[in-house]
């Protein structure tokens, strides 16, 4: 058993660390969350060149890293600075959707993509879920028409992160069958700006930018498609499956946040003559945050280390690990929240930002309750 | 044992229905049931509908306008308020300063305030926390000093609800910095024009306007808009608590809230069927609505004795934990019936021009109002204060 990072692992891990304390302050973030895409480019283009997108991808890619614990590692430290940069969204969901699933090799048309990508040149966001979908992955009812040497696209998509400000959009939609199946599912590539494309923005409550889009018959060319025809269920599950991991210790460095600035809380807050931290009744609380933040931990781990393996077991501990965040995460968060009072809820205090973060991850992906019955399905399979 | 209202007292529910269903404007009740907020002008014009109905003030005597309602009645009235849909009543001066004033002011100032709070005239807001002292309120340090016919204020108060709105101000503040903390306190009415007030927004985390800082520097109040005697004002802050928390349960809202997950998971898809029917999210639902049927059994119970003339005491304690963790569940269950459509900005993703590119009806405000909603446990004593209230009062000489 080792449960030491690796040398390398351990040197981005330091020097993302450093990087976020000197130069991602509350006030850059609140800053950065007023800009019309939702994020701040400079601090996209610094992450770039620290390594960090190409931390999440594979080798055979032109990264260097994109294991379940480099995707972790990266994770961990972007969560517990609160960082809403679109990392999640740009990086690991379209970048490991443009990395394949192993069998299905790299265009040179996606290779270039995941290049200026890495590079930090593009921005990207990934058009799935509809209003039926609910954190269903194959429940797809977009149809994409073939007609001749075209494919016409028609659909909707809800809650797309990163929309507004994507250079390129990548759509999933059904070439055959019936919404639920994992057969007949394709990826194209569409422009943000094409006949036939709308969408409506707004910010999100946590931070970053989201879009609603109608597709109506936007007509594209076949070379659009992003591997092979009808047959995307396994990148997408495999790629949500790496967004799930990301998700989970993201959630897990903000839990440690909020656990962090509850414990300094209760130390300087004077009431009765005495720091609250002397009441027991509050210290057991915290003692209880502080087990469910290393039962949290070890739920990233076990996550994060089967990444690689068989779909059947990646996805049951992925789904025991998000249920377990679920749980634990809105614990903490409203403990924490709670344990401060009223200066919580102000949207200036670090621990809103935070809190809004764990609580919000729940509902990408899949909240606690859909993660319990995907781990039950998966069990009973 | 009779769990049924009596005849006069559905006869009065259905009096109340039939006002609401005519006179409740649709803006004001689309605005409320989608969590949106109806601003000053919403407010001021519920409030006019009331007072013409004379139904502004279900508290007061009659001798000074009020409706002269048991407590059942009020129960029954605020039920179908919420039921129907129809705006909070603002509660700062009708509910909190007016019995004060009623028993302890003297009769210029019930002459003077009581009528301007029915009239709306006055706009009143609460200032009693303040940065370093929230659950330990006696703590307080806003200073009035005596200057002849005027005190001098200074010190700043915080978490002001509403305060943006407001014309008129209550204050405690510290008269007397050598008495012990409670003592010194005196109660003062402030005029919110007066040179040297500033008000200063706070914004919360889902993005509202709702609460204040308010400075006070030099300001000059006159000495006969102090309330009751000085240095007593800590008695009738006590007695201005006790109507604070009267539908401390929020037996309405919490039905309303249940109601509004049940329509939304109606609607919401979840592999083609309906969420509701889901049978974990079923199960998390009814456990909220079974918990919800005792509580409001418990608050009925309190009600009817208080209706009798008995005073509640440590129930009112269990009535707000109790009562703010069922509230909290329901915002909780909401969040997760919306589902990815639970992470936009309200005010940005309300149906707007364009359906087809919209938040399902119902879905964008229900985090806002999760997270707006923590503080239900925190305002008007802590729970933790309030289980203190418990403990103390239950195991009180036994350890």
């Known amino acids: 058993m080792n449960f030491q990072l690796t040398e390398e692992r351990q040197m981005l891990q330091d020097s993302l660390r450093r990087f976020l304390r000197d130069r991602y302050s509350v006030a850059a973030r609140n800053q950065a969350l007023t800009d019309p895409s939702g994020y701040s480019p400079e601090i996209w283009g610094q992450l770039a060149d620290l390594g960090v997108i190409g931390a999440l991808l594979p080798e055979a890619a032109g990264g260097y890293g994109g294991a379940g614990f480099d995707i972790a590692t990266v994770f961990e430290e972007l969560g517990r600075a609160g960082v809403v940069e679109p990392v999640l969204d740009s990086a690991v969901l379209c970048g490991v959707l443009l990395c394949g699933s192993g069998t299905d090799p790299i265009s040179p048309r996606d ?42 696209l028609t659909g ?133 945050m502080l087990i469910e933040l290393e039962q949290a931990r070890s739920a990233v781990i076990n996550a994060a280390g089967h990444l690689e393996d068989l779909p059947l077991v990646r996805d ?45 991850a729940e509902h990408r992906f899949g909240d606690a309750d859909t993660q319990l019955e995907r781990f039950i399905d998966l069990t009973a399979a | 044992m009779d769990l049924n209202y009596s005849t006069e007292e559905l006869a009065f529910r259905a009096e109340v229905r039939a006002f609401l269903e005519a006179k409740l404007p649709q803006d004001l009740l689309d605005a409320v049931r989608l969590g949106r907020g109806i601003g000053k002008e919403g407010h001021d014009r519920w409030h006019q509908i009331l007072n013409d109905q004379g139904w502004l003030a279900p508290t007061w005597p009659q001798q000074y306008g009020g409706c002269g309602w048991n407590a059942v009645q009020r129960h029954i009235f605020e039920e179908e308020c919420c039921r129907a849909h129809a705006p909070r009543i603002v509660p700062f001066g009708l509910t909190m300063l007016a019995p004060v004033l009623q028993k302890f002011g003297s009769d210029a100032q019930r002459a003077y305030f009581l009528p301007k709070i029915l009239s709306g005239e006055h706009w009143w807001c609460q200032g009693y926390s303040e940065p370093g002292a929230g659950s330990d309120l006696a703590s307080l340090s806003t200073r009035a000093v005596r200057d002849g016919d005027h ?138 609505e079974i918990d919800l049927m005792a509580m409001s059994t418990t608050n009925l119970r309190i009600i009817s004795a208080a209706a009798q003339g008995q005073a509640p005491g440590v129930e009112s304690s269990m009535l707000k934990v109790k009562g703010t963790e069922i509230r909290q569940e329901i915002n909780d269950l909401a969040r997760r019936a919306a589902g990815v459509y639970a992470l936009p900005f309200a005010s940005e993703a309300v149906a707007g021009d364009n359906n087809a590119l919209s938040s399902p009806e119902g879905s964008e405000a229900v985090a806002a109002q999760y997270f707006n909603n923590r503080k239900l446990s925190i305002f008007g004593g802590s729970n933790e204060i309030q289980k203190n209230i418990i403990a103390k009062v239950s195991l009180g000489g036994r350890t």
């Open chain 1, 156 to 288: 909707r998509k809800s809650v797309v992160v990163n929309a507004e400000a994507a250079d390129l959009l990548i759509v999933a939609a059904r070439e055959a069958g019936s919404p639920g199946d994992r057969g007949g599912l394709s990826l194209f590539c569409v422009r943000p700006d094409a006949p036939g494309l709308r969408m409506r923005g707004s910010a999100l409550l946590a931070g970053g930018r989201a879009a609603e889009m109608e597709l109506d018959c936007v007509r594209l060319s076949k070379s659009a498609r992003i591997g092979a025809a009808g047959n995307a269920a396994d990148r997408i599950e495999g790629t949500i499956a790496a967004a799930e991991v990301a998700l989970a210790a993201e959630t897990l460095g903000a839990m440690e946040t909020a656990v962090r600035l509850t414990m300094d809380y209760l130390t300087t807050r004077q009431q009765f003559g005495r720091p609250i931290g002397t009441f027991q009744a509050l210290q057991h609380r915290v003692a209880e």
């Open chain 1, 316 to 360: 049951r501990h992925i789904a025991a690990a998000r249920n377990l965040i679920g749980r634990t995460g809105r614990h903490i968060a409203e403990e924490a929240i709670q344990l401060h009072g009223g200066i919580a809820m102000t949207a200036e205090y670090e621990l809103a930002h935070i809190a809004k973060r764990i609580v919000l």
């Open chain 1, 111 to 152: 290779q270039k993509m995941i290049d200026r990508l890495i590079a930090g040149d593009l921005q990207l966001a990934f058009a799935h879920g509809e209003p039926a979908s609910r954190y269903e992955r194959t429940w797809i009812e977009t149809k994409a028409v073939d007609e001749g040497d075209d494919i016409l």
């Open chain 2, 151 to 288: 005190y001098i204020v200074n010190g700043q108060k915080t978490w002001t609800t509403l305060g943006q709105f407001a014309n008129w101000i209550f204050c405690l503040v510290r008269t007397d910095p050598q008495a012990k903390q409670q003592e010194g306190i005196s109660f003062l009415l402030i005029d919110m024009a007066t040179p040297g007030i500033e008000v200063r927004p706070i914004i919360l985390l889902d993005g509202t306007h709702e609460v204040n800082e308010v400075w006070f520097n030099d300001v000059r109040v006159p000495a006969e808009n102090l309330v009751g005697e000085e240095n007593k004002g800590w008695t009738y802050a006590k007695y201005l608590l006790t109507h604070e928390r009267t539908n401390i349960a929020g037996v309405g809202f919490s039905q309303a809230g249940l109601e509004a997950v049940k329509r939304l998971a109606r609607h919401q898809l979840h592999r083609g069927r309906p969420l509701i029917e889901n049978p974990h999210f079923a199960a998390r639902l009814a456990r909220a």
